[in-house]
């Protein structure tokens, strides 16, 4: 095990597309176009790559698609951020890719950390030899801090290399084939340490090409083939001591999985589900036809799914597994493997080198808000580890510029405490990692705040949800108080009393809430009027 601490200075490839090298702080994002059903599923552009080089997993960062620069199983990537307000002339405005990105293998997953690194904003990145850490705070300064070299891993994809990762901050979950999977602390992403490495033989029996976590649920699946050999839950409430929960060996798990609405979706020839309500074993709900020559990644946004399988892009009703709609474009040696919704917009990646698409898929914008459909620890458990991290997934793919502390609130029902720590999303799963072990014997409440996360499109979470669990064998209830309208307020006037807790109006204008339980005040100077 290897940590490279770099000190180089960044600096710009400059291309003759490349407009722009210091990009706005907020690009333009997704735009809300309404499109003629007779431009459906036909390529409304084409992005291309420096030359020699293809397209990995994009997502939405600061208002651009930010497009992974990547040869097919190889190094010397980078990244492109492209400004799609019209999607018709897709523009690259700046472009990372230097001495610090010539070990950056293909990107086929990765993932932001928002909250926890004092207002930095950090990415988890798989490498050639092992996990890369870096800044992304600021786009045009963006560096590397560190590169863990991984034991065993080599310049391999199918073998011994690593060849996805999940970013559960501050934890990393790198698959890495044939060699298992390895547990990296971040906590320090300029000096992160291996915890742990599970091998092949304790990781399911089979090769681990994929990873996906959950609050304290990780699934690792195979990657052999259109078919896949395998795969795996585990228990991560201590993430130094993944526990196997339920293993299928020799079991259909296509060629990437991922989670979505305690449900395990698997990409192949065909598009297979398997039921996980219980976070402890899979079981096989349905699977659709033959939908391409050979899938490879997929992504869910609300009522579809939508598949890369080489010779295609296959637009799929999740409920039923019909094919709702099918693209391609006609470009020689085309490969559209990565299918990401992007509102009405799918970017459908190639890795030939050949060129990817821009396709509308629905006529209408994206104007649908997301909501969660799984939480990890679930709602109501009880005896809960001290060590649990929470997590959901959304119907839609989270902007992490909106994942704030805002955005999604963990707190001590007992005491109203707020519960500091790690904020990290990777599409549509977002996660929360304490900063320090929960308390034994005591409840929690972790709510989603209407108004703040936004989807991609940048509709937010309309209407707020609450979940609560307990590290004891049975939940506290809470005292929501009673409401009482006081128009107009009144100074020193208490505005809501219950046996827990005062809010009342002092003489600045600030609510002000007292708890009888603790000597935490709270002060609110922003509030709507009653």
């Given amino acids: 095990m290897v940590i490279k601490s770099v000190w180089i200075l960044a600096f710009t490839v400059l291309l003759s597309d490349v407009l722009s090298v210091a990009i706005e702080n907020q690009g333009p994002g997704i735009p809300k176009i309404q499109f003629k059903k007779e431009e459906l599923f036909k390529p409304l552009s084409t992005l291309k790559a420096p030359a020699g080089l293809g397209h990995g997993w994009p997502i939405l960062y600061k208002g651009y698609l930010v497009v992974p620069h990547i040869k097919d199983g190889g190094v010397n990537g980078g990244w492109g951020f492209f400004d799609i307000s019209n999607p018709r002339s897709p523009r690259m405005v700046f472009e990372k890719r230097d001495n610090e990105t010539a070990d950056v293998r293909e990107q086929l997953s990765w993932g932001l950390a928002t909250v926890g690194y004092g207002g930095k904003t950090i990415a988890a990145i798989a490498a050639w030899k092992g996990v890369q ?119 259909p798990s296509g060629y990437s999985t991922t989670l979505y609405g305690d449900m395990l979706y698997a990409i192949g020839r065909t598009i297979m589900v398997y039921d996980i309500s219980d976070h402890k074993t899979a079981k096989p709900l349905k699977e659709s036809g033959i939908l391409g020559s050979e899938g490879a990644y997929m992504t869910l946004q609300d009522d579809y799914i939508h598949g890369g399988f080489s010779n295609s892009y296959v637009k799929v009703d999740r409920n039923s597994l019909a094919v709702v709609g099918k693209a391609h474009n006609s470009i020689n040696n085309i490969d559209e493997d990565h299918a990401v919704a992007f509102g009405n917009l799918v970017f459908s990646g190639d890795d030939h080198a050949a060129g990817s698409s821009l396709y509308a898929h629905q006529e209408s914008p994206d104007l ?93 979470i309309a209407i707020s949800k609450s979940f609560r669990f307990s590290t004891g064998n049975a939940l506290a209830s809470i005292e929501r108080g009673s409401l009482r309208r006081v128009n107009p307020l009144k100074r020193g006037q208490a505005y809501l009393r219950s046996p827990a807790s005062t809010l009342s109006l002092d003489a600045r204008g600030r609510l002000i809430l007292r708890s009888s339980q603790s000597a935490a005040i709270y002060a609110f100077e922003n509030y709507p009027s009653p």
Avoid: C
């Fill in 368 to 460: 649908t808000p997301p909501v969660s459909n799984m939480i990890s620890p679930r709602d109501s458990a009880i005896e809960v580890p001290v060590t649990s991290r929470i997590g959901l997934t959304l119907t839609d793919a989270i902007d992490p510029t909106s994942l704030t502390a805002e955005a999604l609130i963990v707190k001590n029902v007992q005491t109203g405490e707020l519960l500091e720590g790690w904020l990290s999303s990777q599409h549509n799963i977002v996660n929360f990692t304490p900063l320090r072990a929960l308390n034994p014997q005591t409840s929690y409440e972790v709510v989603l705040v209407a108004g703040k996360m936004r989807d991609y499109a940048g509709n937010a």
């Fill in 133 to 251: 850490f870096w800044d992304w705070t600021q786009p045009e300064k963006m560096s590397r801090l560190s590169y863990l070299e991984l034991p065993g891993v080599t310049e391999s994809s199918y073998d011994r290399g690593v060849f996805s990762l999940f970013y559960q901050a501050p934890y990393v979950y790198a698959a890495g084939v044939s060699l298992g999977f390895y547990v990296i602390d971040a906590s320090n992403p300029s000096a992160p340490k291996l915890i742990k490495h599970v091998k092949m033989d304790e990781a399911g029996g089979f090769r681990t090409g994929w990873a996906t976590a959950v609050g304290n649920v990780l699934v690792v699946s195979d990657v052999v083939g259109p078919t896949g050999q395998g795969f795996a839950l585990f228990d991560i409430s201590n993430p130094a001591q993944p526990r196997l929960l339920d293993a299928h060996r020799n079991k």
